[in-house]
Each structure stands twice: as structure tokens, then as C-alpha cells.
């Protein structure tokens, strides 16, 4: 089963306007933790936000935030304020306890329209 | 503080060759993880070296093999390429196994 799901293979979004990418997870551990990275072009993964399973506040980080909702196992990415540069490929990804690895979804390519 | 940092940027290799591919660790940093990123799909997990021992790996056959050095830089080794080792290997650092892991920029393989 997988681990990770990102439905929305592509987005797009008005420069200046908020977007949410959907991420829905599947795991039976009580404590794990979600993170979302970002991919430009060049390849390189940049880390953006991460939440914990017991943190009781929604993550952000600047411009992103984190809604989490456990109940519903989902933690969709909020970007606000879109900037052109926010375009390139979205990762949601899941870290289980004592694994040392993560599993990553299939990604949501942003475009950030001027 | 510098990033993680990868050699080669890309790589151009034939089938049945052997491939080296090198990750220099983020300052302070004891973990390295390597990832495999085939077009179009998320990154795969392919091991894990802590303070120089492999801790953790993921489904890919013995012909994938990594080492940690000292100085926490790491190698991953693929033998025997095959046409469907053609991706994006990306390696990642963390303070410990369990932290935050940093992405280098990655190493394009192509095999031929």
C-alpha cells in the first residue's frame, strides 16, 4: 500500500494567491513525522516544513504552513503569497519511529502564473 | 555553513559498468542517506550510513553498495549498471538517523 499519496499532479496558481497540495498518508505507527520538500528544476530537494504526529499546532515556516489533520491522516501544504519562484516540484514524504529512511509521494508540480 | 555537496553533477556510463558517486556531508552532520529519483517519481530509499556503518537499507540488490569515511563523506557504488539505473541520485545528510535530512543537488546517471 502506499505510503504517501499526492493526487494532484500538477497545480497551478496566480502570483500573489494561496495554494494548498494535498498530501495523505497511510501508517499504523502512533508516532511518525511528515515533511514537505521542494524540487526546482535543478534537482536539488530543499526542506520546507516538517510536522510531528503529537505536535498539537500546525507547522509553518514563513510563507508555508502545514495543515494537519490527523484524524483524516492528511498534511497539505498551504502556500501564501505565491512568488514565481515558487514553482517547481512539491514532496510530500513520511519518516515512521525507528526507520531511518523516508518514503516520498509521487510529487505536485506548482506553476505560479504572473 | 556549507551544504551537502555531490560529484559528479552527471554521469554518462554503458551497461555493465561500475559507477562511483560521492556525497560530502553538511558541517556537523554524522548521517548520510542516499536516494534513488527515477523520472517522474518520488525518491527511493537506497541506505543509510551512520559513523561509518551501514544502518539501514532499502530494496535494491547487493550491486548497490555505499561507505562512510570518517570525515562522514560517503560513496555509493553501483556494479554491473543496468539500463534502469538511469536517475537521479540524491544523497542526504542529518545531525543523527532520525533528523531532518538535508538534499545535496543530486548526480544525473545515464546508462547506455
Known amino acids: 500500500a502506499q505510503k504517501i499519496t499526492q493526487t494532484q499532479p500538477g497545480m497551478f496558481v496566480q502570483e500573489k494567491e494561496a495554494v494548498t497540495l494535498d498530501c495523505t498518508y497511510d501508517t499504523s505507527d502512533p508516532s511518525y513525522g511528515l515533511f514537505w520538500y521542494k524540487q526546482p528544476s535543478s534537482g536539488e530537494m530543499i526542506f520546507l516544513i516538517y510536522q510531528g504526529s503529537y505536535d498539537q499546532q500546525n507547522a509553518t515556516e514563513g510563507r508555508y504552513s502545514l495543515n494537519f489533520q490527523k484524524a483524516r491522516k492528511s498534511a497539505n501544504l498551504v502556500i501564501s503569497a505565491s512568488q514565481l519562484g515558487d514553482s517547481a516540484m512539491y514532496f510530500c514524504a513520511m519518516r515512521e519511529t525507528g526507520a531511518n529512511n523516508l518514503f516520498f509521494g509521487t510529487g505536485t508540480r506548482l506553476t505560479v502564473i504572473p | 555553513e556549507t551544504g551537502v555537496t555531490q560529484s559528479p553533477t552527471h554521469l554518462i556510463k554503458t551497461r555493465g559498468q561500475q559507477v562511483t558517486l560521492r556525497c560530502s556531508s553538511q558541517?556537523?552532520?554524522?548521517?548520510v542517506s542516499w536516494y534513488q529519483q527515477a523520472l517522474g517519481q518520488g525518491p527511493q530509499f537506497i541506505f543509510q550510513?551512520?559513523?561509518?556503518?551501514?544502518?539501514g537499507r532499502g530494496n535494491f540488490p547487493p550491486r548497490f553498495s555505499g561507505l562512510q569515511f570518517p570525515n562522514y563523506s560517503s560513496e555509493l557504488n553501483v556494479n554491473a549498471l543496468e539500463l534502469d539505473d538511469s536517475a537521479l541520485y540524491l544523497c542526504?545528510?542529518?545531525?543523527?538517523?532520525?533528523?531532518?535530512?538535508?538534499f545535496g543537488p543530486g548526480t544525473r546517471l545515464t546508462v547506455l
Open positions: 558541517s556537523g552532520h554524522n548521517t
Open positions: 542526504a545528510s542529518s545531525q543523527d538517523p532520525t533528523d531532518t535530512q538535508y
Open positions: 550510513y551512520y559513523r561509518e556503518e551501514e544502518n
